[in-house]
């Protein structure tokens, strides 16, 4: 149990446009749901947390409008970054909250911006 | 400023040889402690977890040690195998979310 998925796994987009990326729990409900960003070698850099039905809380030095969060439902979480450009390129990684502090992760989506 | 200090940054053990990843915090808020393995290009995976009302927790070849007074917690890998070579990250989680370590790059050497 606890499985969290993602989708795509990887994109290449062109600079300027969007892209979304879709965190859901398969198995299990989460009212929260948190999206972190890890550059290679480096540790998980947290940049928001998801609550179902309410706005996201976004970390510091995180710009909230061009990372667009939406948790529509307790299985799915988005994460859209609008008018990507190349220094948003980056490793993408969801996980959802079962139980008190219990995050499973999802695969990860790495996001290349040309 | 990194709330959560890991260490080593890497090691290499050989195979059935003991990994042991140490992790110290300030925070005394954190009351839960898990650990997390992660493989190049995945997401990280739950390895186990402590809470603060226990010192010590075994799954398998995986053990916590946890030393409330110290604030600190470690990870003992035994008997290490090939398959255990990743980066494995400690975090302390207090509620709202959790802070994690820099990492620990693991290589076991057959």
């Known amino acids: 149990g606890a499985v969290v998925s993602q989708h795509p796994s990887w994109v290449i987009c062109k600079s300027g446009t969007s892209v979304k990326i879709e965190c859901r729990s398969l198995d299990f409900q989460a009212t929260t749901m948190f999206w972190y960003r890890q550059f290679p070698k480096q540790s998980l850099m947290l940049m928001a947390t998801?609550?179902?039905?309410?706005?996201?809380?976004?970390e510091q030095g995180v710009e909230k409008d061009k990372f667009l969060i939406n948790h529509a439902s307790l299985t799915l979480s988005t994460l859209t970054v609008t008018s990507a450009h190349p220094e948003d390129s980056s490793f993408y990684i969801c996980s959802a909250e079962r139980g008190r502090e219990t995050q499973y992760f999802g695969p990860g989506t790495r996001l290349l911006v040309l | 400023q990194q709330q959560v200090k890991q260490s080593p940054q890497s090691l290499i053990v050989q195979k059935g040889g003991i990994s042991i990843i140490n992790c110290a915090y300030e925070?005394?808020?954190?009351?839960?402690f898990p650990w997390y393995q992660q493989f190049p290009g995945k997401g990280p995976a739950l390895l186990i977890a402590?809470?603060?009302?226990?010192s010590e927790k075994k799954e398998g070849r995986f053990t916590i040690s946890f030393n409330k007074s110290a604030k600190q917690f470690s990870l003992h890998i035994m008997d290490s195998q090939p398959g255990d070579s990743a980066t494995y990250f400690c975090?302390?989680?207090?509620?709202?979310?959790?802070?994690f370590g820099a990492g620990t790059t693991v290589t076991v050497r057959a």
């Open positions: 925070n005394t808020a954190f009351d839960y």
């Open positions: 402590i809470r603060p009302d226990v």
């Open positions: 975090a302390a989680g207090d509620d709202y979310k959790l802070s």
């Open positions: 998801s609550n179902e039905g309410s706005k996201a809380t976004y």
